[in-house]
């Protein structure tokens, strides 16, 4: 993804020797040796820059107990410096858990920090970044009681093909495909080519060729107009908060038809949304509201007291750059993140309504595992201000978020904040409990009214919300196989002092 703010690249030398500058003067953190190969000098940098910018920075142990160089320990200096990361992210407990609030429940992976070399954040094989580059087939597949086509990415391959979610697969690359080939069907998700035999959601057979190959899509995957009872719904899904170059028009563009029709209640769709940019988050919260609530705490971005009282002197090796990746002049010299205001008011967001939809009484949203980061931050800020309901299932639990560093080739994004909304709630590392639990019924499309979580949507809308009648129910659980989805969320309008 094409990340404004991130820091040019320095050299490996400068960011060693200025961190253990920095830290001549820091009682409490003990200077890093003066010498050793370029992979404990990394080790230490992920340290140090931890130590002061790390959200739970106050439960790390000084450098002498902490040792980063006991990581150099493999011929694989990535795999070392995540062992390190994940260490450092599993230092503070939850004490609602028990567990830390970086606990994945997967060994050796941090549920929200990652180090990206370069592959993670670009439009690589088999993603769609967050400008919505992506490089794949465009579609990705479930495994339940049958094989279908869990979603399709518009302007891709599988989207020219007219392929749709809900589609029934029998055959790839003709061999007939079932319930127990989730390994041939990847293997073949892996190729440059692949030939589908489809059963259509009007029951029509048919063939298609695919070729994996590079496209710009959209995050919009389906916006309509439905009714429940005396009310007309607006139904929008949305895969994903890119940058606003990508994401502005066509969510405008949805949320000026629902004006237009004048629907009075929206169904958002964020069950395969992992987040993004919180400038994103923010254009859909605007759409959302009414203008009533111009001027009023949408959320506010809590950094730690270091970061606050501007005592992350660390940051002064990283340079500041502004949205079209320029250097920023700042009393006299170039700005570095250490300039950055990290202050609660000045990262106090308010509404600011967007767009003519003004009927807005009540907002359902689609909800799953999936969805995570700046999707959950749009259901939090909304909710001391409007009737905000969750279909679905527990959503990811994630209100914290983060700004990349750059230490030698790498970027490294741990957790730099938590958000809260104007309630100031916000203790949702577990997840948001959905209010009506439904499962995820990929036998239909998107915008279908049969569909298990839009049927319930529907129902609740129209005061009807125990009944399902006619809505079928998924008979296991899902195995899904596809283009990854970035789940995170990144703050790209910091400012100075």
């Known amino acids: 993804m094409k990340q404004t703010i991130l820091i040019a690249l320095l050299s490996c030398a ?4 200025s961190c253990r500058k920095d830290h001549d003067t ?3 953190t003990p200077v890093s040796p003066t010498d050793g190969t370029r992979e404990q000098l990394t080790l230490d940098s992920i340290y140090l820059y931890a130590k002061q910018i790390y959200l ?47 606990y994945s429940g997967y060994a050796g992976s941090p549920k929200y920090s990652f180090i990206d070399d370069g592959s993670l954040t670009g439009a690589r094989l088999g993603t769609v970044s967050l400008t919505d580059k992506g490089d794949d087939f465009g579609l990705s597949i479930s495994i339940s009681a049958d094989v279908r086509i869990r979603y399709v990415n518009p302007n891709s391959s599988a989207a020219q093909a007219g392929l749709a979610r809900g589609f029934k697969i029998t055959q790839i690359n003709g061999t007939t495909v079932t ?21 259509d959601n009007g029951g029509i057979t048919g063939k298609v060729n695919l070729t994996k190959s590079n496209y710009t899509t959209n995050p919009v995957l389906k916006t309509v107009v439905l009714t429940a009872g005396a009310q007309k719904v607006g139904y929008l899904n949305y895969s994903r908060f890119s940058v606003m170059s990508s994401s502005q028009a066509p ?6 038809t629902f004006a237009t029709q004048g629907v009075t209640a929206l169904i958002i769709d964020l ?73 609660i ?58 700004f990349g560093v750059k230490i030698d080739k790498y970027t490294v994004y741990m957790s730099n904040f938590y958000m809260q909304n104007a309630n100031g709630d916000g203790n949702y590392f577990q997840g948001m409990t959905p209010d009506i639990v439904a499962s995820d019924d990929v036998t239909h499309d998107f915008g279908d009214a049969n569909e298990n979580c839009i049927a319930a949507a529907l129902n609740y809308i129209s005061g009807h919300p125990s009944g399902k009648i006619g809505v079928a129910t998924a008979e296991a659980p899902l195995i899904h196989m596809g283009p990854a989805s970035f789940t995170g969320m990144i703050e790209d309008r910091m400012h100075t002092k």
Do not use: C
């Open 14 to 17: 400068t960011v060693f020797v």
């Open 26 to 28: 820091d009682t409490e």
């Open 56 to 102: 739970w920075y106050d439960a790390l142990p000084d450098y002498t107990t902490f040792n980063p160089r006991q990581y150099a320990t493999g011929s694989n200096v990535l795999t070392n410096y995540e062992k390190e990361l994940y260490v450092i992210t599993q230092s503070k407990t939850n004490p609602a858990t028990g567990y830390s609030y970086e």
């Open 179 to 199: 319930t127990s080939s989730s390994t041939f069907i990847q293997n073949a998700l892996n190729g440059t080519t692949m030939s589908m035999t489809i059963v």
């Open 251 to 256: 969510l405008e563009s949805a949320f000026s």
């Open 271 to 343: 069950r395969y949304n992992g987040g993004g940019y919180t400038q994103t988050a923010e254009e859909m919260i605007n759409l959302i509201a009414p203008s009533t609530l111009n001027d009023k705490t949408m959320y506010t971005e809590y950094f730690n007291d270091l970061l606050q009282n501007g005592k992350a002197t660390i940051l002064k090796q990283q340079l500041y750059l502004d949205a079209n990746g320029n250097t920023v002049d700042y009393n006299g010299h170039k700005a570095t993140y250490a300039d950055l205001d990290y202050s």
């Open 345 to 402: 008011s000045g990262n106090t967001y308010s509404f600011k309504k967007v767009g003519t939809l003004n009927t807005v009484k009540q907002v359902i949203f689609i909800v799953s595992g999936n969805t995570a980061s700046a999707s959950e931050l749009v259901i939090n800020s909304l909710k001391p201000y409007l009737p905000v309901k969750l279909v679905g299932s527990q959503t990811y639990g994630k209100p914290v978020g983060f």
